[in-house]
């Protein structure tokens, strides 16, 4: 899959933008806050229909301005496919593929999959557990049609039972049993297919990790969920009563987590600065690798946004022979310093694109 142009209207701090991008590599080049990082973002928001930097899509919107449109157009396997995404101030953003609004956004999701390695992933390592559930979920969504509709029925029978638990009468019995029942259903149909993926992805993430370090450090990533402790109906009915004291639910899907490790330590306590931060582009580029080989069988698009900062000039010399070889497809990378993109670039047998970024505004160098 390759993006060949980009449109920007009103995104964030950018006025406006018509962008034409090479094949395999585009840089942008310029200061930190000159809006680098938010064309990678407008590309992500094209994938997933939201923001990496707000759960508010009005927060998308330039200062100033009541409106805002971002357009991509797509060589997706030989066929075209435009890509339009629009949004007036209080008003509900309207998503459409070759000018056909979907019915469900969920549609759109794992049509043009993407991987994008930010500084904002630090929190997957030193936020809570939310924050690994949602790179997961992220993930699978991505080639996986049905995962999604498992989550959102996961999820409302979640808040239906919790609602029962903060009632002030105490709920019936055939009534609340209902919807653990439907947690219990769905909550194994996900911890599966959560479990499967981490199973694949271990072994691909240990890999780019020593190819980055070029050390012998040893990384683990381990899945763990209440439903590893038996039938998750039993789990979630066997504390039914501490669970209406507290007034939610303790146990289920929504609360598994990854254990992030390196020398069997957890690395938010062990690891470097250099160290997390290699532990988080080799989980990344090993979810590109993953992708690139399920679901629809098209290489994603790889986000790179200031990754070189924090690594030694080892590491990135090893990131860049990594992203610069055949495994990976169409690259936008961004970064202050111009020595590191003329190294990729070097490295690069094939077409590239580079831009500087001034103040919102783009140019093609």
Known sequence: MILKKLSLLNYRNIESADLVFSDKINCFIGMNGEGKTNILDSIFFLSFTKSTASSQDSANIRHGEDMMMVQGTYDLNGSEEVVSIGL??????????????????????????????????????????????????LVISQYDAEYIGLL???????????????????????????YEDMMAMYGEMIFE??????EELVPLFQ?????????????????????????????????????????????????????????????????????????LVALKLAQYYFLSLAGKKTAPLLLLDDIFDKLDSSRVENIIRLVSGES??????????RENMDLLLERCDGDYRLFRVSHGRIVTL
């Open 152 to 178: 959102s029925s996961y999820n409302r029978a979640l808040q239906q039972r919790n609602s029962l638990l903060k009632a002030e009468e105490e709920p019936a019995d055939d009534v609340i049993s209902v």
């Open 207 to 279: 890999k780019f990790y020593c190819a980055i370090s070029g050390e012998g450090e040893e990384v683990g990533l381990l899945y763990t969920s209440h439903c590893q402790r038996g039938p998750l109906l039993d789990v979630i009915r066997r504390d039914r009563m501490k669970d209406r004291v507290m007034g939610y639910s303790l146990h289920g899907v929504h609360k598994d987590d990854l254990e992030m490790t390196l020398g069997g330590f957890q690395i938010k306590r062990e690891g470097s600065q250099g160290q997390s931060k290699t532990y």
């Open 88 to 137: 007036k101030m209080h008003q509900k953003k309207s998503v459409k593929r070759n000018q056909k609004a979907y019915k469900k956004l969920s549609e759109h999701i794992g049509m043009f999959p993407l991987v994008i390695v930010s500084p904002r992933d630090s929190e997957l390592i030193v936020g809570g557990s939310e924050e690994r559930r949602r790179f997961m979920d």
């Open 328 to 337: 990976f497809g169409q690259i936008f990378i961004t970064d202050t310093n």
């Open 193 to 198: 297919k959560r479990s499967s993926f981490i």
